[in-house]
């Protein structure tokens, strides 16, 4: 896929991630449908992408409700009249031990808790992997659902509700390859590792240094890295059904 004029949506594109995604793919020259739930960080990013001399729509909506993503997505579909592609980035982390004792107390991770963390990572991606795979048969386009999973897919202490999202959607793209190859639509997911955020510089130096020394390159990944594999995810039209490992040989 040649990126220049095409449409991408991404989830959660008001910060972090989400808006380095939006901008990266700006300097390509790809016009945004940008989604979240917050107005005034959505408005920056449009501003950083329109700055780059693309298109750049607003969709305020929140990825676990149905009728909010639907409309989302017809009124994409209106605005722009083609999709190539959404980033389904939008994510929570909840973290807490399933079960913990402490001082003869046995304490649980909540349903709530749990439940949190899969409606906006599960059914999020569900919902808008649906949709927005209907605009794409609805205006003939060829596209590409990437789907944000995570190395901590595989299992990690204190993430019972994350990691479980995270097998889910990485297993959903693998399903959707398969179902919607003959559309012309490919489904990939991409699994970061540690990427350096506002939420990692948070972080302790005792428990950075630990940390650090799990990643055989020896420092957390950067956004550019995310965001150029989701170019190559584009660009690269025999790339369907699989996971793509972005965390510098870390493994958990």
């Not at 040649?2 to 989400?18: C, F, P, S, W, Y």
């Not at 003939?140 to 019972?160: E, F, M, P, W, Y």
């Amino acid at each position: 896929m040649e990126l220049a004029n095409k449409v991408i949506a991404i989830t959660g594109a008001g910060q972090g991630l989400g808006k380095q995604m939006a901008v990266s793919l700006a300097e390509s020259h790809v016009n945004l449908a940008l989604i979240d739930l917050t107005p005034d960080q959505l408005a920056e990013t449009k501003a950083e992408c329109e700055a780059r001399g693309v298109t750049a729509r607003c969709y305020v909506a929140n990825v676990t409700d149905e009728e909010q993503v639907c409309s989302a997505f017809e009124q994409i579909e209106s605005d722009f009249k083609q999709l190539n592609g959404v980033v389904n980035n939008a994510g929570i982390m909840r973290d807490g031990m399933f079960i913990k004792v402490k001082d003869g107390q046995v304490n649980t991770m909540s349903l709530e808790q749990f439940q949190s963390v899969m409606d906006v990572n599960v059914t999020g991606t569900f919902l808008c992997g649906r949709e927005a795979s209907k605009v794409m048969l609805n205006t003939d386009s060829k596209g590409v659902l990437i789907n944000i999973s995570s190395v901590a897919r595989a299992g990690n202490i204190g993430q019972t509700n994350y990691s479980a999202s995270k097998a889910a959607v990485a297993t959903m793209s693998a399903v959707w390859a398969k179902e919607l190859g003959r559309f012309g639509i490919r489904s990939v997911a991409i699994a970061p590792g540690v990427i350096k955020t506002a939420m990692t510089d948070q972080i302790k130096p005792d428990a950075m240094e630990r940390l650090v020394k799990m990643i055989p390159v020896g420092r957390l990944g950067l956004a550019d890295e995310i965001s150029s594999t989701i170019k190559y995810v584009l660009t690269n039209e025999f790339v369907t059904g699989r996971v793509l490992e972005v965390d510098g040989g870390m493994r958990m």
